[in-house]
């Protein structure tokens, strides 16, 4: 059995997020995204490699979507109202919440652009409908095999990394995520499990990022710098989640240090999107949290509302509007306006696909001309920022969480093909975990985890669990005044029976009942002679030695073994010496096996289980002389 | 393996010991499980908690000795669970500042005075068969409770927790109070059910749906096949329980209406934040459709957190209110609102200057405590008591006459109302029926139901102070064998016994409630 991921989107690419798994008969849609290069229909990914025969909902178990960013949903209304996919919709409570906006504010643009639109605000609500929206950790049983769970993924809010298993093979896909956390939102999270398959984003995969912190006290200083000489700011940026992030920033800055001039929001949705921030407080980073119920941090203090007559009223201000890219709309048109002023700033986002105004601004030198369409052009002689923040992982923080999860095999998306290579090599060299990154439209399949069952009886689980401890003393060094040390052994057995016929684990006890069968005990016996010097041989020499010397003897035969073996014991009668189910005792002519009929002999008895132990003991009383001396000392002993 | 301690509280006190009405003058005391103070709490491994009424008396409990138990809740129920406790400790406080504090026997627990005592409170007092004397506890303190909220591991709706490897637990939403939960426990040899309430409709708390109750079936019964009929099902879902509770609310509100009117004012002291939350919603909508303006108070010391917390937890709440958050203005409760444009107030006390600044009459209190015997609703009901215009809201369920003894002559009108505290036992004898479980523990107070309908399910009854010993339902422990370690499997055959056995050498893990072998 095996596990295949079809890469629809974000095959090395970053765009139209969107990989099929099929995971021991189940098939589930990890992100549905579009890609924002594309207008027509390249910006889906190929659907028609699902099914030839279009019925998305039966060849589906079901789709899972990370994040609200458009590159992971920007398809799903297409996929479900034009395309008809009716099976179920996961993904978490902010993320529901907060597409629709996502979703609308593209539609809008589109329209607003003179293109045909692929669909239509209606399919929005009715898709949007059609979602099951879950928590964090919250373990969802698809269908009867099927199981998922939701890991904070921090990122943007409600993001979510997701773990589905089928049976025993399981797999854990990231979507965008972070490994460190920022003002705004926590540290992804996630348990360690037992994975086949990691399948991660690599949007950073050679990049080692400085902390956060350093880039938001510099984007601050830039900001404040620019009102306190009276200039005007332009942050374009998307509605959702970047907006709302900096804000956060801006506020918390104007509250410490006192500043008075007004940031206003263009656009109605990031109002509304600052609503929903507040009421999903919890998705946020712990101190956010925290400090809620004193202030809510998306309680903005100093925005205030806006309107177009502000666009060219005089002093200071901070306004965020969209698009992000300045692709159109009203953040160029409110560009237009302020970029010919030295004293504005622009603050441009980390990355801006080619062809936008804010593409071209990012590369420009200032003073420039910026040509709009044959007729316009801008001067710009504004001052321009790049805004460094990203809330992706970095190389390290992939790595950690490969690390972290140790999977069997890693498959990497979302990311740039040259950078994913070197990503692959380090992960394959650095921890030894097999890894991939497909093209679009490629498959790749990997071995899964399986297993058999059986009945286990309790003696044996019981064998496995109990810890059976040994006890074993060790002399240090030649100086018999340091007590020895005492050494603890945890042998348990880890060993059982397995019958075929209604298969069930047993212990080697069991067994016997099982088969209906009688006991055999396989037993050993040798006889071993013994040298020894010659004030003792008197007693050896003498064939019926009295029970005294028998005693004396074994006495002996005691002490030197019990300095190796120390749960050496005497028995009780003193017949004999006994470590384990090895038995010593004085060989007398008429029993013995091997019948020796001269010197001193002590016949050794043992079952099965015991021969190494039984032929060590041995070896040491054949190669030990006993000697009166030694005896001396045990009768002193004796005497006491 | 586990014990659920859910504290029952009945304090009587009263200054009226003068009058000889025969109540206690006196700080009120708690009982908490009768035996908790014969056990050997490290015993214990795992608590779990329901509902946030269940956790009140955790902190007796945990501050035991030699306590070292698991407590697991959801993360609603702990959080609304801690604000009770801390908003009883502030009313004890309050009382102590009032009455001053009290010696550590107070005079009522004196044997002379405790003969003294009427028929009635001894009974109390001293319990059914005379043992629970010494269980009366003073109440425990902030710290106590900061310490046993350090204790509680808070879990969202269906997380997992793994206890010992071997036992798993997790909280399916019940459907009666914001973070209730029914328990599904998973371990080797069985499975349990642990069901508080199932109430399959409920417009603000989240509802145990169906994938749930299929989740808490396959689980209890292991039976693979639940032949369920539709009919069943469609009875336990029906809304006659829902829609009777919104009448009951609705009636509230009406009474409410015609008493202010009047002139009066309405008093309603109850600790059920559901309750609270949803009469606050039909005020609402009673108040905008009668076009009037009262203001709706609700003072407590913690009513400025419970309110910013239900404003903040869409994860918790019902459809109804879910599709509000997705709604084109996100906001979970009217509260939200009411509190924007002054139609509800918070006020941490009665005392609050904010308050008596804009004080007027009528109006409509919410405020602890129940009992009437602690906080704001003693003061209130002193001032309303003569008013034959005002009402009190009280709960079934509390003896009517006993708790309003000395606030009597009452002139004041009384409404006391039943609200959903629990499944009945018709609705959990379908439940059964779906669940299909091997056995069912009932209360004792069911046995004679249970026995006269003749169901016919392998059933015991359960009373406190007992321990019932059920048997394990599985014959024995399931072994998942790596594949690794099975490709080495070779069999050997006895012919005789025709049976083919196998040695098995290789690690035993317990993961996740589950027996591995690999190799």
Request: negative net charge; glycine residues 6%; hydrophobic residues 40%.
């Amino acid at each position: 059995m095996a596990i295949e991921c079809l890469v629809l989107g974000a095959g090395q690419e970053v765009g139209k997020s969107c990989v099929v798994v099929t995971i021991n008969g189940k098939r589930i849609m990890f992100d549905c995204g579009m890609h924002m290069r594309y207008t027509d229909l390249r910006q889906y990914p190929d659907f028609s490699l699902i099914s030839d025969s279009g019925d998305f909902t039966s060849s589906l178990s079901c789709v899972i979507i990370t994040h609200f960013h458009l590159d992971h949903i920007g398809a799903l209304p297409y996929f479900t109202q034009v395309l008809g996919y009716d099976g179920p919709i996961y993904m978490t409570y902010p993320t529901k919440a907060l597409a629709p906006l996502a979703l609308e504010d593209y539609r809008k643009q589109t329209e607003r652009r003179g293109e045909k639109e692929q669909f239509t605000a209606e399919h929005i609500a009715d898709c949007m409908k059609k979602v099951t929206a879950v928590d964090l950790k919250q373990t969802i049983h698809v269908d009867k095999d099927l199981q998922i769970q939701a890991y904070y993924a921090g990122h943007v809010l409600g993001a979510a990394m997701f773990y589905a298993k089928v049976g025993d093979a399981a797999l854990v896909y990231t979507g965008d995520y972070n490994m460190v956390p920022d003002r705004l939102l926590g540290a992804a999270q996630i348990d360690r499990l037992q994975l086949d398959l990691v399948i991660s984003e690599s949007t950073y995969a050679t990049t080692y990022r400085d902390s956060k912190y350093v880039q938001e006290r510099e984007f601050l200083k830039a900001v404040h710098k620019c009102v306190a000489s009276g200039g005007k700011v332009l942050i374009p940026t998307n509605a959702l989640g970047r907006a709302q992030e900096l804000c956060m920033l801006l506020d918390d800055y104007w509250e410490r240090t006192n500043l008075k001039v007004p940031i206003y929001f263009s656009s109605g949705s990031t109002i509304q999107a600052n609503l929903y921030h507040r009421i999903l407080i919890n998705w946020t980073s712990q101190k956010v949290k925290d400090t809620h119920a004193r202030h809510n941090a998306f309680d903005f203090k100093n925005v205030k509302s806006f309107d177009r007559s502000l666009i060219n009223a005089p002093g200071p201000c901070v306004l965020f509007a969209s698009p992000g890219m300045l692709g159109g709309g009203f953040s160029l048109e409110v560009l237009k306006q302020w970029a010919p002023y030295e004293e504005n700033l622009v603050m441009l986002p980390g990355s801006c696909s080619t062809g936008t105004v804010g593409s071209k601004l990012m590369s420009a030198k200032i003073p420039t001309q910026i040509k709009l369409d044959e007729n316009v052009k801008i001067d710009v002689r504004c001052q321009i920022y790049k805004l460094a923040f990203s809330a992706h992982t970095d190389a390290k923080g992939i790595m950690d969480l490969v690390k972290f999860l140790s999977p069997k095999h890693v498959l990497l998306v979302h990311g740039e093909k040259p950078k994913m290579a070197a990503l692959k090599e380090k992960i394959q060299s650095e921890l030894g975990i097999e890894c991939c990154y497909p093209a679009n439209n490629e498959t790749v399949t990997i071995p899964s985890t399986h297993h058999i069952e059986a009945g286990v009886s309790d003696a044996f689980l019981q064998s496995c669990l109990a810890p059976n401890f040994k006890f074993w003393k060790t002399n240090v060094g030649s100086d018999e005044r340091t007590p020895p040390l005492l050494q603890v052994y945890d042998d348990r057995v880890s060993q059982g029976i397995l019958t075929l016929q209604n298969p069930r684990v047993i212990s080697q006890n069991e067994l016997r009942d099982v088969l209906g069968l009688e006991n055999h005990l396989v037993k050993f016996d040798h006889c071993c002679s013994a040298a020894y010097d010659s004030e003792i041989s008197n007693a050896a020499s003498d064939w019926l030695p009295s029970t005294s010397q028998r005693n004396s003897l074994l006495q002996l035969l005691f002490g030197i073994v019990s300095r190796d073996f120390p749960d050496c014991i005497m028995h009780d009668c003193q017949k004999g010496i006994q470590v384990g189910s090895f038995v010593a005792s004085m060989c007398s002519r008429e029993e013995c096996p091997s019948g020796n009929a001269d010197a001193l002999h002590f016949r050794c008895t043992w079952s099965a289980t015991d021969e190494e132990l039984a032929w060590k003991v041995i070896s040491l009383v054949k190669n030990v002389k006993l000697s009166s001396a030694s005896l001396d000392s045990f009768r002193v002993l004796m005497d006491f | 393996m586990s014990a659920l301690i859910s504290q029952t509280c009945l304090s009587e006190d009263s200054n009226e010991e003068k009058r000889g009405n025969g109540l206690i003058y006196a700080e009120p005391r708690y009982r908490t499980v009768t035996r908790l103070l014969s056990w050997n709490v490290s015993f214990i491994d795992v608590v779990l908690i329901t509902s946030p009424n269940g956790m009140l008396g955790l902190p007796f409990l945990t501050r035991k000795k030699g306590f070292t138990a698991k407590v697991y809740a959801t993360k609603a129920a702990s959080r609304i669970g801690q604000l009770m406790m801390e908003d009883l400790v502030y009313m004890h406080k309050e009382f102590r500042q009032f009455y001053g504090p009290e010696s550590d026997e107070p005079i009522w627990m004196k044997w002379d005075r405790l003969e003294m005592l009427p028929l009635e409170l001894k009974k109390t007092v001293f319990g059914a068969d005379g043992t629970d004397f010494g269980c009366w506890m003073p109440l425990y303190s902030a710290a106590d409770v900061k310490a046993c909220m350090l204790k509680v591991k808070s879990l969202n709706y269906a997380e997992e927790i793994c206890y010992n490897g071997i036992v798993i637990a997790k909280p399916l939403p019940s459907g009666l109070e914001i973070g209730s939960c029914n328990w599904r426990i998973n371990g080797p040899r069985g499975n349990i059910a642990y069901i508080s309430n199932f109430s399959s409709l409920n417009a603000l708390e989240q509802v145990g749906n169906d994938e749930d109750r299929s989740g808490l079936a396959n689980y209890l019964s292991n039976s693979s096949s639940a032949d369920v009929n539709s009919e069943t099902r469609s009875a336990l879902l029906s809304t006659d329980e829902y829609l009777e509770e919104i009448d009951k609310l609705d009636f509230i509100c009406s009474c409410s209406m015609d008493s202010i009117k009047a002139g009066g004012s309405i008093l309603i002291p109850t600790g059920r934040l559901g309750i609270i939350l949803q009469l606050l919603e039909r005020f609402e909508l009673h108040l905008t459709s009668e076009n009037m303006k009262v203001p709706i108070f609700v003072i407590s010391s913690v009513a400025e957190e419970l309110m910013t917390f239900t404003s903040i937890i869409p994860e918790w709440l019902g459809q109804q209110c879910q599709d509000r958050l997705y709604s084109e203005k996100p906001s979970l409760f009217t509260h939200t609102e009411m509190l924007k444009d002054g139609r509800l107030y918070l006020f941490p006390a009665i005392h609050s200057v904010e308050l008596l600044k804009i004080w007027q009459e009528p109006c409509i209190v919410f405020c602890p405590h129940w009992s009437l015997r602690l906080g704001p609703v003693t003061h209130l009901l002193r001032r309303w008591r003569g008013d034959q215009n005002s009402l009190l809201v009280i709960e079934e369920g509390v003896d009517a006459n006993l708790v309003l003894l000395p606030f009597k002559p009452i002139a004041m009108k009384v409404l006391q109302c039943s609200f959903l505290s629990g499944m009945q036992l018709k609705k959990s004898l379908l439940l059964m029926k779906i669940l299909q479980p091997k056995h069912v523990l009932f209360p004792e107070i069911f046995r004679r139901c249970v026995d006269t309908l003749k169901v016919s399910l392998s059933s015991s009854f359960y009373q406190e102070n007992e321990t019932l010993h059920i048997p394990h339902t599985e014959d024995s422990s399931r072994l998942h064998i790596d594949m690794d370690l099975a490709r080495q499997i070779k069999y050997t055959k006895f012919e005789e016994q025709n049976v083919d056995i196998s040695r098995l050498k290789g690690k035993l893990t317990v993961e996740h409630g589950r027996y591995k072998a690999v190799r």
